[in-house]
């Protein structure tokens, strides 16, 4: 699409050529002859341009940039002026113009600025879509559920977001804490700095130290060079440090003081540098057995456990299930180009009633994997990894029982799961096994389940 240009000058060979050779370049053109006409016509729609003489009967170009600015901040402006008026075009450029360019008009330089001022206001859109977007995938996008536990984690969230203090996130692994870690930042007022996340048990502790704090050139053999560490590259953002209990000891005393004092120490040199970092930790140990044990200071756990957010594992929101399980499928239909319209009973009641020790990670793979595997329009248990057939061998059936019997009496079992699971709340319960408030009370009478 051509980006649209309003001319605006009282002369008409200057105003009827500039719109000539824009025009040839592609642009959308109109013209204006005076101030008084071209703020007509931006009232009625909008220009990505306007070019304007300074000196215009009715109103002036100086004039026409304050109205413009207050119309439609998103125009910009290139003012037109003699070498007189020199002054006058840079307080408008002060005041919001754009540009400006000298009389008598050198087309080929003006196209130069026309086309050097859309590359740049390309160049900022993209920019802002780019962020929105990484604002909308780590801000609760990923972070799915209504069970009552998840809302929780749901309101510390946007409590402690806009505040600096530090967080320590706590959960089983797979239970989502860097989504949580994100989720902060982003929503935080650092979220166009840097997001710097640092797995502590992923790094060898000979090098964790260096990684962490950088190092001065000649400081140990193989430092060629002057490194800058994780802590400088947060500056000014949040420093994630995945997994906290594994950082050595002798590390966490520095990282103590990085955090109180808000300076660090590069290794290879005495010179304690300034530092504005926001830092945010997880941890899948109970860190207070892990003082106790001697393997982490109390101290830095107190300084580090500012506020806390607990991740509940999926046995205690097991309501949320079906939600993430639909949201999975979603990604990877998408991603995978399959097109499958959902998950069918049997393949849910296989997955609320699977014990989750891989989390939501693990949830999430397996759907990954029942949607490469599926050929209908509805995920089955077939597609599920085999774990999940039902071990016939294990149900509590007689085989005096007729097969109605047999139905029964696990229908009636299933049911009872699933409302306990979710603190027998009826209208939950339904919306889990994907039938209707209704039917669930004719089931409820059907299996003489009183509750």
């Known amino acids: 699409m051509a980006f649209k240009i309003l001319v ?34 931006i009232k009625e729609k909008h220009f990505d341009l306007v070019i304007t003489d300074i000196e215009m009967p009715a109103m002036k170009g100086t004039e026409l940039l304050e109205k413009i600015k207050t119309l439609d901040p998103q125009t910009a402006v290139i003012i037109i002026t003699a070498f007189g008026s020199l002054d006058t075009a840079i307080t408008a450029l002060r005041n ?14 003006l196209l130069i600025k026309v086309k ?23 801000d609760f996008d990923n972070i799915v559920g209504k069970s009552p536990a998840i809302k929780k984690v749901f309101d510390m969230i946007q409590a402690v977001a806009e505040t600096d203090s530090t967080v320590l996130i706590s959960g089983n692994s ?74 050595p000891p002798q590390l966490q005393v520095k990282l103590l003081r990085a955090i109180q004092e808000k300076e660090y120490t590069p290794v290879g040199t005495t010179q304690s540098l300034p530092v504005n970092v926001r830092f945010v930790a997880t941890t899948n140990r109970n860190l207070e057995e892990e003082v106790k044990a001697g393997r982490f200071r109390e101290d830095l756990y107190y300084r580090l456990n500012v506020v806390e957010i607990h991740l509940p594992s999926l046995k205690e929101r097991e309501e949320d299930i079906p939600l993430l399980a639909d949201h999975f499928l979603n990604k990877y239909r998408k991603e995978l180009n399959k097109n ?72 009636r079992d299933f049911i009872m799961r699933v409302l306990e699971s979710n603190n027998f709340n009826k209208e939950k319960t339904a919306d889990v096994l994907k039938v209707g408030l209704s039917t669930l009370y004719r089931k409820l009478k059907e299996l003489d389940i009183k509750i």
């Open 8 to 41: 605006v000058d009282d002369e008409e060979i200057i105003r009827d050529s500039i719109s000539y050779i824009l025009e040839t370049e592609g642009y959308e053109v109109e013209k204006a002859e005076n101030g008084k006409i071209a703020h007509d016509k």
């Open 174 to 247: 797979g239970t989502g804490k860097e989504l949580v870690a994100r989720a902060i930042h982003y929503r935080s007022k650092r979220k166009n700095k840097p997001f710097i996340a640092v797995n502590c048990g992923a790094i060898s502790e000979n090098l964790i130290e260096s990684e962490l704090f950088g190092h001065k050139k000649g400081a140990f053999t193989g430092a060629i060079s002057d490194k800058e560490g994780f802590i400088k590259a947060a500056d000014g953002g949040t420093l994630f440090l995945d997994e906290i209990s594994e950082m």
């Open 340 to 411: 499958i319209k959902g998950i069918d009973n049997d393949a849910m009641r296989a997955l609320l009633a699977h014990e989750w020790k891989g989390e939501v990670r693990e949830l999430e793979n397996v759907i990954e994997r029942a949607v490469i595997f599926c050929k209908g329009d509805y995920i089955s248990v077939d597609d599920l990894p085999p774990s999940f057939v039902p071990d016939r061998g294990n149900l509590e059936l007689s085989f005096s029982d007729s097969l109605e019997d047999s139905v029964r009496k696990f229908e």
């Open 116 to 138: 050097r001022l859309f590359e740049v206001k390309d160049l900022l859109i993209e920019n802002k879509v780019l962020r929105e977007e990484i604002n909308r995938k780590y």
């Open 96 to 109: 919001g113009a754009s540009d400006y360019i000298l009389k008598p008009v050198e087309f080929d330089e």
